[in-house]
C-alpha cells in the first residue's frame, strides 16, 4: 500500500470510528476553559534579578530587554494545562499548538504557581499524565488497526505497559542528551584553552552529529511507539522492530513522517484563522482532533503493514534455507 492509499485508508478507518476523536476534543476543551496554571508571579519574581539595562553596555542591554520582554509576555499568557497536549506521539491537540483566545466562559479561576519547585513538579506530572493519555488513545486507535476487535479491557492494559515502557526510553534517552551536553561543554571548554577556532570547529560538528542522532531517534521512537501499542512488545524488541521497520522502508518512512509533519504545519495555520471566534475555535478543535487521529491511525497502518512484509521475508529466507 502506497503512502496516499496509507493515507487514505487512516481517513476511511476514522470516519467510520467518530468516537476516537472524543478524548482528544475533550481534552483541549478542558485545557481552553478550565482554570488557567498562571506562571506570572514567577516571571515577576524574575524579573526583578534582571539588572537594570542602563548600567551595562549597549552588547547586553539589548539580551536583557529581549529577556525582559518575553518574561513579561510568559507570565501572561503561559498555561502549563497546554503540556497536556499529546504531542509526543503524533496526536498534537490545538490547545498546546497556538495561542488561546480568552474562552466564552471559565470554570474555575487561575491558579498562580509561587515557586520554581511547585513549576517544576506540576510540569513533570503534566508531562507524565499527557504521555498516559497518549498511550490510552493511540492503544484504541492500534486496536482498530491490528483486527478491527476492540477491547477496552485489553487495550488499557496495553496502555499502561506503553507508558511505563516509553517513560523509561524518554527518560534514558534525556539523561544521555544531558549528559552528552555536559560532556561537550568540557571538551569545548579544554579546546578553547588551546585555540578558540578549534573549540568552534568542534563545536560546529558535535552540534550536527548532535542534530542528526536526534531526527534519526526521533524517527526510531515514532516506529517503536507504534511497536509498543500495536504489539505490546517490550522495549527492545520493540526498538528492534522499529529499526527494521525504517531501514527497510528507509524513504517511504522518512517520506511518511514528513507528509504528516507538514500537514499538521498547514493546517495549523487553517486552525489559527479560524481561533479568532469561539465558533471558529471549536470547529478548529474538532477538525484538529479528526485530522490528527486520522494521521495516527495512517502510521499504525503503515507499521502494521511494512511490519508483516518483513515477518513475510524473514519466513521465505527461512524456507529457502
Known sequence: M???????????RTAKRLWLILIPILLDLSVWLGPRLSLNRLSQEALALLPDATELGAQYAQAVDLSRAWLQEAGKTVNLLTLLSMRVLGLPGLSGSLVLPAPPFTLLRPVELSSASAAAGVTTGLLLLSLLVS???????????????LSPRYSLR??????LRMTAILTIAAALGFGLLVGVGVIAGLVSLISSGLAS???????????SLSVYGALLFFFASRALLLDDEDIVRSLWSAFNVLHRNFFSAVGFVLIVNLLHAGLLYIWRLLAASTFGMVAGIVGNAY????LVMASFIFYRDRFAAWQEALQADKVKS
Not at 2 to 12: E, K, P, V
Open 2 to 12: 502506497g503512502l496516499i492509499d496509507t493515507l487514505s485508508a487512516g481517513f476511511d
Open 135 to 149: 498511550c490510552v488513545v493511540l492503544s484504541f486507535i492500534a486496536a482498530d488497526a491490528r483486527d478491527g476487535q
Open 158 to 163: 496495553v496502555a499502561w505497559r506503553a507508558w
Open 201 to 211: 570547529l568542534v563545536l560546529n560538528v558535535v552540534a550536527w552529529t548532535v542534530l
Open 291 to 294: 485530522v490528527n487521529t486520522g
